[in-house]
């Protein structure tokens, strides 16, 4: 078993605290960021950054499907954590400064991957489509940073 890493960037219209901030806002804004990879999406507790509970379910492929229950931290400035319940999982949502009016987006998720054959195709192939899935919810971030910011 080996260590498994997805990351995905973009530059946002938008100052770091707002992009942030609809980011954190997991009742109203990222229910209209998630692709259709995700389902089943319910806040359970909180709603916004530090001390959430959100539960979906993600469909990283036809065959395989992650029933994810997150509790959300804010460890410090500009992150923000998702640690996954029933699984290794962490995905970590980063947000900087990227010049006047811009802010810089990085989300990376990790996890202790199979092992074997297994393992080496996770390895292989689930960092690409992970990385599909949220550069997709980050075009939609940028749409929505970019209206806001007018």
């Known amino acids: 078993m080996g260590q498994v890493e997805a990351t995905t960037e973009r530059i946002?219209?938008?100052k770091?605290?707002?992009v942030?901030?609809?980011?954190a806002d997991y009742r109203e804004t990222r229910p209209r960021l998630l692709p259709r990879q995700f389902s089943e999406y319910e806040v359970r507790e909180g709603g916004?950054?530090?001390g959430t509970?959100?539960?979906?379910k993600l469909q990283a492929t036809s065959k395989r499907v992650r029933d994810c229950l997150l509790e959300v931290s804010e460890p410090s400035d500009g992150r923000l954590v998702e640690k996954d319940r029933n699984s290794s999982m962490v995905t970590t949502w980063t947000v900087t400064p990227s010049g006047e009016g811009k802010s810089r987006v990085v989300v990376t998720s990790t996890w202790t991957g199979a092992s074997g054959i297994g393992g080496f195709f996770e390895r292989t192939f689930a960092p690409k489509g992970l990385a599909r899935i949220y550069d997709e919810l980050?075009?939609?971030l940028a749409a929505e940073a970019a209206q806001t910011a007018q």
Not at 20 to 23: H, I, N, P, S
Not at 53 to 56: G, K, P
């Open 12 to 14: 946002v219209t938008g």
């Open 16 to 18: 770091p605290e707002d």
């Open 20 to 23: 942030f901030d609809a980011l």
């Open 48 to 50: 916004d950054g530090e």
């Open 53 to 56: 509970v959100v539960h979906w």
């Open 138 to 140: 980050l075009a939609k």
